[in-house]
C-alpha cells in the first residue's frame, strides 16, 4: 500500500494534445400527452424528442460528449435539467445536471449545453431528468463502450462479429429498462408528493418495460396500443442484457422464465461471473447479465416477470410489470397482448420476502487495482455520518432532516451555487462543524483533496411507522460499499467493521433495514470514496420523493481547486 495517499493514481487524466472524437445530441424537450399502458386515458408527461423512453445514447470511452438540451416553450411552463447518472464528470462538475447546484434551471424557450468527457468508464449507464418528477418521463440509457468496433458491433443487428467488452465476450446485446407510470400529470404528481396530503402511496399504476405495459389485458385502449414489450433473440446464442433500474419509486425483483442469468456488471463495474437466480432492481441501478439462449423453435416466447421487493403492503408478482423473451430469426411486428399466466411461472426464483442485501455480499470484481488495494485498505482521514430523519414540517408537509439540519435553496435564480463559490460570491466555507464538516455559509459538507472519506448512510422508522431501504447515488464518484450493521451506528463501537470481503465498486448503494428492538434507527451502511474529484457533488438517496423531501446533501470537495478544475471543450 502507498505510504502517501498522494501515491494513488487518480482518475480523471487526459491528454491535453490528443484529438478525442466528439458526439452532439439534440434533446428536445416538450410537453406532451402520452400512454404507456394502453390505458383508457393519456395524461402530460414532459419527453425527450417526444420519446419514452428517451433516445438512447450510444458512445465510446474517452469521447467528448455534448447534450444540446431545447426545452420548449410550446404549451409547456416547467423548467427542464437532465442528470447523466453514473458518469463521473472530472473536469465537468457544470455539466452534472443539478439545478440551483452545477447550473440554472433550463427555463421554458431556453436551450443549455451540456459537454463532458468520459474518462476511464464503460458500461451502462442512463440520464434522467433531475428536477421535480419527470425523471418518471425524461430518462433515456446512455451506453460507454471500450472501442468504436464494440459499438458498431452491438448496434448494427446484422453485425457477425462477436462483442469483447470488459473481458466477456457475446453475440449480441439488448437494453431493457424499467420505469413507473402512474395515472396523473407529471404536474399533478409533483404537487401531490409536496403537499401535505401526501403519506406515501402504493405506488405506480403501471410498471414499464421499454415503456410498454398493458394496465388491464381485459379492458384496453386499442388504438396506439403496443402490448407488452418484446425481446427477440435468436437461439444458441449469447446475449448481454444490460437492465437499468430508471424506477422512481419502488424496489423489483425480475426474473426470465427458464433462463439462467450470469451477472457480469454492476453500476458499469464489471464483476467476477455470477449466478443469479433473479435481479434486485433499486432506483438507479444498472447490472448486465448474460443469458444462453436455448435452441428453441421459431417463435417460443418465455415471460420476462417483475415481483414487488420491499413493498410495505403487497406481495408476490406485479400487476402488469411483465414483458417476452420471443425467439424469432426475422423480424416480426405481431404484438403481444396476452399477461403471462401467473400459475405457470416460478416461484422459485424471487421469494415473496425481499432478502436483505440480495447478493451483494457474494459480488467481487473482476480486476482489483493497486488503487482499489490502497483506497480499501487505507485509514479514512473522516466519517460522515448521515443520520436522516423523515419530520412533518410546520405546514404539515414532509422533510427531512440530515444531522438535524434541513437544508435550504441552493444558488439563486441568476447564479448556481458552482458559480457563486467559483466567483467568490459567498465567500469562504468558514468554520465548519467538527462533526461532519458542515459548512453553514455554502450549506455543503467539505473534504479536502486525494482523501479518503468514509460515508454512513443511516436509516430511522418513518413516522408512520415502517422501515424502509434507501438507495444512496453518490455524484461524480463511485464507491466502495465496506460495512453495514443494525440499528444504530455508533462510531466508536462500528468504526473497524469490514464485513464485505471484496468491496465493489458503485455509484449506488441500498442502506437496508436492520431493526433493533426499542430504538428507531433501523440499520445503516458504509460506503468508501476517494477525493479526487473537485467539485459540488450531490449525494441523495434515489427514492424521487424523498430526494424532493431533501434527503439530499452536497459535498464541496477541494473549495480552493474548483475554479481552476473546470476544463473547456
Known sequence: MPENLQEIKPLGLYDSNAVYNKRTFDFHLS????????????????????????????????????????NSRVNNNQSA??????????????????????QLEILPGHEFTQQFQVLEQTGTYYYHAHIGVQDDSVQGPFIVYENEASLLAATSRSSSFRISEGGYEYDEERILQWSEYWHQSGYDRHEYVMSKDFVGDE????????????????????????????????????????????LTFRFLGMFIQDHDMVLIEVDGEYIKPHDIKHLEMAPGQRMSILVQTGDYPD?????????????????????NGYGYLRYSKRPRSARIMKKPDIAFLSNENIPDEAVSGWVTHGMEPLVVTERDKAIVEGKASRTIHLDTMSVLVPNSTRSFEINGRMHGIWGTSSTSLLDQISNGLLGPVGSLDPKDNYSSNHQTYVVGHNEIIDFVFQNHFAPEGACVPHPWHTHGYSHYLIAEGS???????????????????????????????????????????????????????????????????????????????RRSF
Open 31 to 70: 410537453l406532451d400527452y402520452h400512454n404507456s399502458d394502453c390505458f383508457s386515458e393519456s395524461y402530460p408527461q414532459i419527453l425527450v424528442n417526444h420519446q419514452h423512453p428517451s433516445p438512447a445514447i450510444h458512445v465510446v470511452k474517452n469521447d467528448i460528449v455534448r447534450f444540446r438540451i431545447h
Open 81 to 102: 435539467a437532465i442528470h447523466i447518472h453514473g458518469i463521473r464528470q472530472y473536469g465537468s462538475n457544470d455539466a452534472d445536471g443539478v439545478p440551483g447546484v452545477t
Open 203 to 246: 405506488g405506480p399504476d403501471s410498471i414499464l418495460l421499454n415503456g410498454k405495459t398493458i394496465y388491464d389485458t381485459q379492458s384496453y385502449t386499442e388504438e396506439g396500443c403496443e402490448g407488452f414489450s418484446v425481446i427477440d433473440v435468436e437461439p444458441n446464442r449469447i446475449y448481454r442484457f444490460r437492465i437499468i433500474s430508471s
Open 299 to 319: 417463435g417460443t416466447l418465455f415471460p420476462i416477470a417483475t415481483k414487488y421487493m420491499w413493498h410495505p403492503n403487497k406481495r408476490g408478482f406485479t400487476n
Open 487 to 565: 440499528g444504530l451506528y455508533q462510531h466508536e463501537v462500528h468504526k473497524d467493521i469490514r464485513n464485505f470481503e471484496t468491496p465493489v465498486l458503485k455509484d449506488v448503494t441500498i442502506s437496508y433495514p436492520a431493526v433493533e428492538q426499542g430504538i428507531t434507527a433501523c440499520g445503516w451502511a458504509k460506503v468508501r470514496i476517494f477525493t479526487d474529484n473537485p467539485g459540488l457533488w450531490a449525494i441523495h438517496c434515489h427514492l424521487t420523493m424523498h430526494m424532493l423531501h431533501k434527503k439530499m446533501i452536497v459535498l464541496e470537495v477541494a473549495p480552493d481547486m474548483i475554479s481552476s478544475s
